[in-house]
């Protein structure tokens, strides 16, 4: 089946700091990525999509200078937390779409972040 | 402003009885749901999905509902096994506009044996 890696799945790291987190399709290739935040016992809100070669798309409140995205390969996309405060600790999930439709996205393990 | 909501945030139930997980949404735009299942630490995986022109959509012991007037699904399973326990989360997708999901609050699981 289809395989989606994150790495880092823990991190954590001081205030100020930047910090890269790695979301990989290990057996497709995904033109499309997303990605996700999860606040304990909420749910899981879309941050932005990432399109292979192309700028991302980010939603509403999500500030793209904070959380940059980068999708330099059609299986490889990365999202850097910049300047990275206690606020922004939290589960961040990427997919990755194997085809044109929304029940092709697979989801990565997540990525626990703590900013201390 | 939540368009997928899951007001239960929790549900146990005994091994071998049916397991009902309810979500309801706000966005007539939607034309297509999904269910996942998640574990901790773990991130979602695909159960089943219904399109907005079905009213039922059954896989195994998986069976979801859609009830479009009252904007609302359900899922079912029958019978429930130890091994469903987890966070249940519903999204919903305008496939017409968007492959973007929303998603519901979850509902977490326990079947007890």
């Known amino acids: 089946g289809a395989v989606v890696s994150q790495h880092p799945s823990r991190v954590i790291c001081k205030s100020g700091t930047s910090v890269k987190i790695e979301c990989r399709s290990l057996?497709?290739?995904?033109?499309?990525m997303f990605w996700y935040r999860q606040f304990p016992k909420q749910s899981l809100m879309l941050m932005a999509t990432?399109?292979?070669?192309?700028?991302?798309?980010?939603e509403q409140g999500v500030e793209k200078d904070k959380f940059l995205i980068n999708h330099a390969s059609l299986t490889l996309s990365t999202l850097t937390v910049t300047s990275a405060h206690p606020e922004d600790s939290s589960f961040y999930i990427c997919?990755?779409?194997?085809?044109?439709?929304?029940?092709?996205?697979?989801f990565g393990p997540g990525t626990r972040l703590t900013v201390l | 402003d939540q368009q997928v909501k899951q007001n239960s945030p929790s549900l146990s139930v005994q091994e071998g009885r049916i397991s009902i997980l309810n979500c309801d949404y706000t966005n007539s735009m939607f034309d297509y749901f999904l269910w996942y299942k998640k574990y901790p630490a773990e991130g979602p995986t695909f159960l089943i999905s219904?399109?907005?022109?079905?009213d039922k959509n059954e896989d195994g012991r998986f069976t979801v509902f859609l009830n479009k007037s009252a904007k609302h699904l359900s899922l079912h399973i029958v019978p429930s096994q130890p091994g469903d326990s987890a966070v249940y989360f519903c999204a919903a997708s305008n496939r017409g506009a968007t492959n973007k999901l929303i998603f519901g609050t979850g509902t977490l699981l326990a079947v007890q044996p």
């Open positions: 990432s399109n292979e070669g192309s700028k991302a798309t980010y």
């Open positions: 219904i399109s907005s022109i079905k």
């Open positions: 057996d497709f290739q995904a033109t499309t």
């Open positions: 997919s990755a779409q194997a085809g044109g439709r929304v029940d092709t996205q697979y």
